[in-house]
């Protein structure tokens, strides 16, 4: 099986992977970085949002090859020397996830926002901004808040 | 209050891992050696199953296994069962059908597995599965529930004559009657509640490992309810006995009913594991939940309303057909009966009620609970009953439900209910407030001024929480108790292990368990862990769906902890060298009655362990205990939620404006936590009433079959809410909690739809209001919010 390299949270990484490998089977399998999921299988949910190259991903619409030599950043790598991120901070003081499962993505995607469109951002940017990502439990409304308040937070 | 204590916002104790992406959900989960399954799935809704012919799919690459239904059945394995007796009002039995885990003679909907794929890798599986060769005959198929009992309709089970599972009935039928003979007023209407697909974010998922050595199974699923999950399929399907089966359900990413049933996937996960001495894996795709996680509502209701020339309510009537679907899911019969026709009084006194329902066969996929269960159902019939009453006598809505609330408590209803504590007229008046609707005719004027119409809908609901006492239920069908379990470990160093059998996917019981024994142990909250969805660690449970962790889960850790605290006691009796009697524990502190001798609770427990105080004679060491709880009665949250929507004439598009919810839940033990789980369930309400129809074709084709086609709230579609509370005391558990994790979810779809019928003058409109329909409706009745 072909071999595929990548920088995966500032690590050089190499594993086998076949051409119809999704990049996010890839973070999964491969890898064991779990922290990334899978919600859909027609690219809506938004649970598997990465980075690549600095810029937000659904990891299950690329496969890993064609990241080869890309330099990704998965919620895994959001916290630095053992410190939250921001926007990590910002989702627990403000409840904004319930079962888990959507957060990893939510928090790519709103990292991802506010690196495009800055610290102060309004109730309805951000949930315009979220309409490729979707959570079934909190209705969004603390999500939304958790945006606002790590958008701040990361200024 | 402390600050970790009851009714504190404290910040969730679960939340690292999630945000950190070390939650571990089922498909995080690997074993070695692990094999994948596929299920090969009929694309018809209704098909013989002639042959299956797997030989080429065995003899490719990777390929582990080819199983089939007859493989299934050779082996033993029993069907898949419902356990909720319903009779019909002849006394006739409800009509189970066999539900084998794989169809072997038969495919009743699209998406029912008719045979599996064990192989090295899942693409191996999957490619594999594209090569066995399923011979079907396809026949005629119906999937509409109003069409389902009609001559000549296809019969799906033999066992059910005009596919009628039970022709069921509940409350007075002579009373109601009557009462509709002597009104001043009725109101009438027909009402589909829509089919909606649960969609919890994590989709379903499988891990069987077979260990040979003992002859035992370990299931790893995605499961509200894993004592439950593992007594099934011990005791029905007889996989294993329920001592050689271990099921663990690690992270869960949310439920909403849909993972308490016991399914296909995870009985035949386990029976092809111990098949290849090897661990199988399955994780459901998305198109896979869509076409086998169990749906919810699907009713078809004409309701009437009797009313008196006052505008009391004099009675109530209501003929429902319900769609269960291909087969029975696990809890199926008792949504659409004892979840849905005993709240049809709603929060008001109503004499007289009599309800019909209709359980019907149809080649559709399973339909169960989903958040809310019937009362929903419930809710939608009497609260828009009561808005068109309202409307049709020209008198203001808020005022005839004012007039008709039960004011006086205890409430029986005349339908088995009785309601315990509550004050409606608090619950709206406050929303009212908050609401300011006393600004809502300049809005309204605004809106018009804009070319827009806008609405303001009520919804005053109530329901039956903690789903329990066990003798109740049990005498209404069901077929286990619906007690809860505890088990509060004190360690030697005094930290505390709480193993409780409810099951946390979402609800933060990490945290608000740990606020109630912080609370009354007086302890750190990161000094208690919460043990939770493990067959061998926890004692027994019947897990979490219909609000019942608070009211019921967390009663039976009272209990516990009453325990602990009266060994703890003896323990520093001896400590202290004082009288039992004269013990007082406060804050975290054992103290003799009058003195200034004392021992921390820490200290107490190293001496419980290390027992030099005492001797055995005297004192059993350790300090442990467990305690089964079984309520009194249901619990019965009630509110008001108050929806304006804003309407556009011109392209049908429905803005949802406004949202307050005055909620009365009882004792709340975290509020940013209750907060959160209205918002859902209001968010889930709004999606059933303006987004999420499901959708199938005459041949039963699944047309909504993905998120391209089913409508999903994002969070553009939706506002911010108003969320607020207002507290009666349920006196039926010693906390005083009554839940509230379906609130929002039975609230919302009447007040989004009160809402859409007051801006267009018209009560001609179903669910989902799409913009298609909204434009519809107003395209049909020109004139009504033209006349505004």
């Known amino acids: 099986m072909p071999k595929v390299s990548m920088t995966v949270n500032g690590n050089a990484v190499t594993a086998e992977a076949d051409a119809r490998t999704l990049l996010v089977q890839y973070l999964r399998e491969s890898l064991r970085l779990t922290g990334t999921h899978v919600g859909c299988d027609t690219s809506q949910c938004g649970a598997c949002v990465v980075h690549v190259d600095g810029k937000a991903i659904k990891s299950c619409t690329m496969f890993a090859w064609q990241a080869e030599g890309a330099n990704v950043q998965t919620i895994e790598g959001l916290a630095k020397d053992g410190k939250l991120h921001p926007m990590q901070e910002a989702f627990r003081e403000n409840h904004g996830l319930q079962c888990g499962f959507c957060t990893p993505g939510m928090i790519m995607t709103a990292v991802d926002l506010v690196h495009r469109k800055g610290n102060n951002l309004d109730e309805k940017t951000i949930r315009e901004e979220l309409e490729g990502n979707i959570c079934r439990c909190t209705g969004y409304h603390n999500i939304v808040k958790s945006i606002a308040a790590g958008a701040k937070a990361m200024a | ?788």
């Open chain 2, 1 to 788: 209050m402390s600050a970790t204590g009851i009714g504190a916002a404290v910040r969730r104790k679960e939340d690292f891992r999630f945000i950190t992406g070390k939650g571990q959900y089922t498909d995080d989960i690997n074993r070695p050696g692990q094999t994948y399954i596929h299920f090969v799935r009929s694309p018809h809704a209704h098909a013989k199953i002639r042959k299956i012919d797997s030989a080429e799919a065995s003899k490719m690459p990777g390929v582990v296994a080819v199983l089939t239904g007859k493989d299934l059945a050779n082996d033993k394995i029993g069907n898949l069962i419902c356990g909720w007796a319903i009779t019909s009002k002849d006394g006739t039995p409800m009509k189970m059908s066999a539900h084998p885990a794989i169809a072997a003679d038969k495919a009743n909907h699209v998406g029912d597995a008719v045979a599996v794929v064990i192989a090295e890798t899942l693409g191996q599986a999957k490619d594999a599965g594209e090569n066995v060769k399923v011979d079907y005959e396809v026949l005629p198929a119906v999937a509409d529930p109003a069409k389902a009992q009609a001559k000549g309709a296809p019969l799906i089970h033999d066992i059910a004559p005009n596919n009628t599972i039970y022709n069921w009935h509940l409350g007075d039928q002579k009373a109601t009657e009557a009462a509709f003979a002597s009104a001043k007023h009725v109101t009438k209407l027909d009402i589909v509640n829509n089919r909606l697909v649960p969609n919890a974010m994590e989709p379903r998922a499988a891990l069987a490992d077979y260990d040979a050595g003992n002859d035992a199974l370990t299931l790893w699923n995605t499961s509200q309810n894993p004592h439950v999950a593992r007594l099934v399929i011990a005791a029905f399907v007889g996989m294993a006995p329920e001592h050689k089966l271990r099921v663990i359900a690690p992270d869960v990413g949310g439920g909403f009913g849909s993972k308490i049933f016991i399914y296909p996937e995870e009985v035949v996960c386990l029976w092809a594991s111990r098949k290849v001495n090897r661990p199988v894996k399955w994780n459901s795709d998305r198109s896979e939940a869509f076409l086998t996680d169990a749906h919810g509502r699907d009713h078809v209701t004409h309701a009437e309303m009797a009313f008196d020339a006052d505008g009391k309510i004099t009675g109530l009537r209501a003929k429902t057909i319900a769609n269960l679907g291909a087969y029975m899911s696990t809890f199926s019969s008792s949504v659409p009966t004892y979840l849905y026709a005993t709240l049809l009084s709603g929060q008001y006194g109503i004499p007289a009620i009599y309800c019909e329902v209709d359980a019907v066969y149809t080649n559709t996929v399973p339909v169960d609970a989903y958040r809310g269960a019937g009362r929903p159902e419930a809710t939608f019939v009497v609260e828009r009953l009561v808005e068109v009453g309202a409307r049709e006598m020209g008198v203001d809505p808020a005022d005839l439900r004012k007039k008709n609330f039960v004011k006086a408590f205890p409430h029986a209803t005349p339908v088995i209910m009785t309601y315990d504590a509550g004050d409606y007229a608090a619950s709206l008046k406050k929303a009212q407030e908050i609401a300011d609707i006393k600004g809502f005719g300049k809005r309204k004027r605004d809106s018009a001024r804009n070319g827009k119409l806008r609405g303001m809908g009520y919804s005053t609901y109530i329901e039956a929480c903690g789903i329990a006492p066990s003798q109740a239920v049990g005498s209404l069908g069901a077929g286990v108790g619906l007690w809860e379990s505890a088990e509060v470990r004190v360690n030697p160093t005094g930290s505390v292990e709480v193993l409780t059998g409810s099951h946390s996917h979402g609800q933060g019981h990490e945290t608000t368990f740990a606020q109630l024994v912080s609370e009354r142990l007086g302890i750190p909250i990161e000094n208690i862990s919460i043990v939770h969805g493990d067959t061998d660690k926890v004692q027994f449970g019947m897990g979490t769906y219909g609000s019942r962790s608070g009211a019921v889960g967390m009663s039976a850790i009272v209990k516990a902890l009453d325990k602990v605290e009266a060994k703890a006691k003896k323990v520093a009796a001896f400590m202290l060298e004082a009288a039992e009697t004269d013990i007082e524990f406060k804050d975290g502190k054992f103290t003799v009655a009058g003195t200034d001798k004392s021992a921390a609770f820490g200290d107490v427990a190293l001496n419980a362990y290390i027992a030099h105080k005492f001797t055995g004679a005297e004192l059993e060491p350790g300090l442990k205990e467990g305690a089964f709880y079984d309520p009194t009665n249901f619990t019965f949250p009630a509110g008001c939620h108050i929806c304006e929507v804003e309407i556009d004439p011109e392209t049908g598009i429905t803005e949802v404006v406004g949202w307050t919810a005055v909620d009365d839940f009882g004792v709340v033990i975290n509020p940013m936590i209750v907060e959160g789980q209205v918002h859902g369930g209001i968010a889930q309400g709004v999606g059933q009433a303006l987004y999420e129809g499901t959708v199938y074709d005459k041949d039963g084709q699944l047309v909504t079959g993905s998120y391209m086609d089913y409508a999903m709230p994002r969070a553009d579609y939706l506002p911010s809410f108003k969320v607020d509370t207002t507290v009666t005391k349920c006196p039926s558990n010693p906390l005083g909690m009554k839940g509230c994790g379906e609130a929002g979810a039975i609230a919302a779809p009447a007040a989004v739809i009160n809402a859409i019928t007051d801006a267009l003058g018209t009560e001609d409109i179903a669910m989902p209001a799409t913009p298609a329909a909204v434009w519809r409706a107003i395209q049909k009745h020109p004139t009504r919010h033209a006349a505004e």
